[in-house]
T-cell receptor, first 116, second 115 residues
Framework: ETGVTQTPRHLVMGMTNKKSLKCEQH?????MYWYKQSAKKPLELMFV???????ENNSVPSRFSPECPNSSHLFLHLHTLQPEDSALYLC???????????????FGPGTRLTVL | AQTVTQSQPEMSVQEAETVTLSCTYD???????LFWYKQPPSRQMILVIR??????QNATENRFSVNFQKAAKSFSLKISDSQLGDTAMYFC????????????FGQGTRLTINP
């Protein structure tokens, strides 16, 4: 496989469930990102990881818990979500966090999450 | 804080026509990058074109070109000879070269190319 992959592609969960989203990048990148894409709103950056260290938490509620075990994998653990958390969750990666031509982020296909 | 505004929620044109998508941004930074991303229906978001703010020459990628007006903080995307496969959501995005490493997106423009 190439690029950035995400699983599952679709997820329906109840408010009391615990689930995890997985992202894997096959590009040898060092930075990974979680975004939330809601209808009629700009993409919202949730978390940024560089070399497996979290460098940004964009005021995300604690019911979202990221994990980056290595530079190729990124997880988003979900628990006690609310219906308003229903959205498309996108993962992205870039070569580095530093500025320059390596700024370009490559996106996965997303996980469409529905919270009932 | 940086903001990105796309004033056209939806646009549609006929195949082979030229279409221009608008984007304006607000920043106090002097060095930054601007991007246009394309998100086809149910498909992955991909980079269309990138512009570095210190370069005066407008970026081009085949049928895609930008009109970058730094003083006006405007960054429009022109698609020439539009094709059915250009149908997608288009997002304008901003990334400062220093400080917070954050890609800031606009709300998107839904572009439909009609046969």
């Amino acid at each position: 496989e190439t690029g950035v992959t995400q699983t599952p592609r679709h997820l329906v969960m109840g408010m009391t469930n615990k689930k995890s989203l997985k992202c894997e990048q096959h590009l040898g990148h060092n930075a990974m990102y979680w975004y939330k894409q809601s209808a009629k709103k700009p993409l919202e950056l949730m978390f940024v990881y560089s070399l497996e260290e979290r460098v940004e938490n964009n005021s995300v509620p604690s019911r979202f818990s990221p994990e980056c075990p290595n530079s190729s994998h990124l997880f988003l653990h979900l628990h006690t979500l609310q219906p308003e958390d229903s959205a498309l969750y996108l993962c992205a990666s870039s070569q580095e966090l530093a500025s320059g031509p390596t700024d370009t982020q490559y996106f996965g296909p997303g996980t469409r999450l529905t919270v009932l | 804080a940086q903001t990105v505004t796309q004033s056209q929620p939806e646009m549609s044109v006929q195949e082979a026509e030229t279409v221009t998508l608008s984007c304006t941004y607000d920043t106090s930074e002097n060095n930054y990058y601007l991007f246009w991303y394309k998100q086809p229906p149910s498909r992955q978001m991909i980079l269309v074109i990138r512009q570095e703010a210190y370069k005066q020459q407008n970026a081009t990628e085949n049928r895609f070109s930008v009109n970058f007006q730094k003083a006006a903080k405007s960054f429009s995307l022109k698609i020439s000879d539009s094709q059915l496969g250009d149908t997608a959501m288009y997002f304008c995005a901003f990334h400062a070269t220093g400080g917070a490493q954050k890609l800031v997106f606009g709300q998107g423009t839904r572009l439909t190319i009609n046969p």
